[in-house]
């Protein structure tokens, strides 16, 4: 098993299957599947802002996308989740350590439940 932050041993890694970007990789470590939901999200929405071959997905409202669990004994589902993205009226700033991190956004992260295949190639 994968160790989190805080050393605990239920952490699980998931990755990103596909996305509504064409966007597929990264590893996200974390408790459970909504945490990393909302961590690949956001990554989806970095590159979108910062990455010029995602540019022309810049005025898309939400980014539909599948998670696999990537944990070595673990279940190895797939989910679908939905992300979108708010803007902070005031931005939050927190510090860690000798580093300042500035949050614009809040990330709304649905799971969906009936995926058709539709969807599933828009992904």
Do not use: H
Request: positive net charge.
């Amino acid at each position: 098993m994968t160790k989190c932050s805080n050393k605990t041993s239920v952490c699980k890694s998931f990755k990103i299957l596909g996305s509504g970007i064409g966007f597929t990789g990264g590893r996200y470590v974390a408790e459970n599947k909504m945490t990393a939901a909302r961590r690949a999200g956001s990554k989806l929405y970095n590159k979108v802002d910062n990455n010029a071959l995602y540019e022309k997905f810049k005025n898309k409202k939400s980014i539909k996308f599948i998670l696999g669990e990537i944990t070595q004994g673990g279940d190895k589902k797939t989910t679908a989740f939905e992300v979108s993205r708010t803007k902070l009226v005031t931005p939050k700033t927190v510090k860690i350590g000798s580093q300042t991190i500035v949050y614009k956004y809040a990330y709304n992260v649905k799971k969906l439940i009936n995926v058709n295949g539709e969807d599933m190639d828009l992904m």
